[in-house]
Each structure stands twice: as structure tokens, then as C-alpha cells.
């Protein structure tokens, strides 16, 4: 029973590491054109909400708010526009970004971290300029981005 029961919490200890949603943090200032062009373009896009829900727990903070300051000294952030993808356990930014102006960058870095690409040793960067050269995200069809 005792190794039997040992078992099952290893397995499902391994499940739940494996299952580990990524933190992703998006400081905002309020009147933000980029905040209302992010959440017309990413969070109100079905496809990608869907994505988001499943893969990450995500938090909109106004810049200013106590919960915006609390985020950013536990993670030891700037206090600027910007997105940031954190490893929860590892409190490590594993991506951010400060140029808000093209949501097609925040949509892909969706698609990367969700497929969990970063553990399979495949830079950002190079994910994000393969993207560009697709220019996924940037086609525009009844107001959204499609890959």
C-alpha cells in the first residue's frame, strides 16, 4: 500500500509540474491606447482567449494599483507598459515585452509559450521573426489576427 500510494503521488505530482501555467502579467496605464487595442485584438479574440485560459494565468494590472505593486517587487518588475511572461515557481520573466504597439507580438508570444516551445529549446526571438516573415497575426480578417 505504501509503495503503491507513493506511486500515485509521484505520477500525480509529475502531472501537476507538467501542468504548471506560466504567469503572464500585463502593466497598463489607464487611457493606454495600447490597452484597448490588446484587449479589442488578443483578449477578446476567441481563439486566443481560449489559449490564454487554458495555459496561463493572466492578470491585467493598472500601473499605480496595489496589486500592481505588489506584482512588481515579488517579481522584481519595471513599473511600465508591458507584458511579462513569468515561470511561477522560478519567479523568472521568461519574456517581456515594452513595445505594446503591435498586438501580432504578444498574439505569437501566445502561441510560443502555450506550446511550451521555451522548454524544447527554441529561442523567442527566432519563433518571433519566423512568425513575422508569415506575418501571423498580422492578416486582418473581421477584426481579428489569424495564424
Same mark, same amino acid.
Given at each position: 500500500?505504501?509503495?503503491?500510494? %507513493?506511486?500515485?503521488?509521484? !505520477?500525480?505530482?509529475? !502531472?501537476?509540474?507538467?501542468?504548471?501555467?506560466?504567469?503572464?502579467?500585463?502593466?497598463?496605464?489607464?487611457?493606454? $491606447?495600447?490597452? /484597448?487595442?490588446?484587449?479589442?485584438?488578443?483578449? =477578446?479574440?476567441?481563439?486566443?482567449?481560449?489559449?490564454?485560459? =487554458?495555459?496561463? !494565468?493572466?492578470?491585467? %494590472?493598472?500601473?499605480?494599483?496595489?496589486?500592481?505593486?505588489?506584482?512588481?517587487? &515579488?517579481?522584481?518588475?519595471?513599473?511600465?507598459?508591458?507584458?511579462?511572461?513569468?515561470? $511561477? *515557481?522560478? *519567479?523568472?520573466?521568461?519574456?517581456?515585452?515594452?513595445? %505594446?504597439?503591435? $498586438?501580432?507580438?504578444?498574439?505569437?508570444?501566445?502561441?510560443?509559450?502555450?506550446?511550451?516551445?521555451?522548454?524544447?529549446?527554441?529561442? $523567442?526571438?527566432? &519563433? %518571433?521573426?519566423?512568425?513575422?516573415?508569415?506575418?501571423?497575426?498580422?492578416?486582418?480578417? /473581421?477584426?481579428?489576427?489569424?495564424?
Amino acid at each position: 500500500k505504501i509503495i503503491l500510494s %507513493l506511486g500515485l503521488s509521484l !505520477i500525480f505530482a509529475g !502531472i501537476s509540474f507538467a501542468q504548471e501555467k506560466l504567469l503572464v502579467l500585463y502593466f497598463y496605464h489607464e487611457g493606454s $491606447p495600447y490597452h /484597448e487595442k490588446i484587449n479589442k485584438k488578443i483578449l =477578446k479574440n476567441k481563439y486566443l482567449a481560449k489559449k490564454i485560459n =487554458k495555459n496561463f !494565468i493572466f492578470k491585467q %494590472l493598472k500601473i499605480g494599483s496595489k496589486n500592481a505593486e505588489k506584482f512588481a517587487a &515579488y517579481y522584481n518588475l519595471e513599473k511600465k507598459e508591458a507584458v511579462y511572461f513569468i515561470a $511561477p *515557481k522560478s *519567479k523568472k520573466v521568461l519574456y517581456s515585452v515594452f513595445d %505594446l504597439s503591435k $498586438p501580432c507580438k504578444c498574439a505569437n508570444l501566445i502561441n510560443y509559450f502555450s506550446r511550451q516551445l521555451y522548454k524544447k529549446g527554441i529561442s $523567442p526571438n527566432l &519563433y %518571433l521573426s519566423r512568425a513575422e516573415k508569415l506575418r501571423a497575426y498580422q492578416v486582418k480578417t /473581421e477584426n481579428s489576427y489569424l495564424w
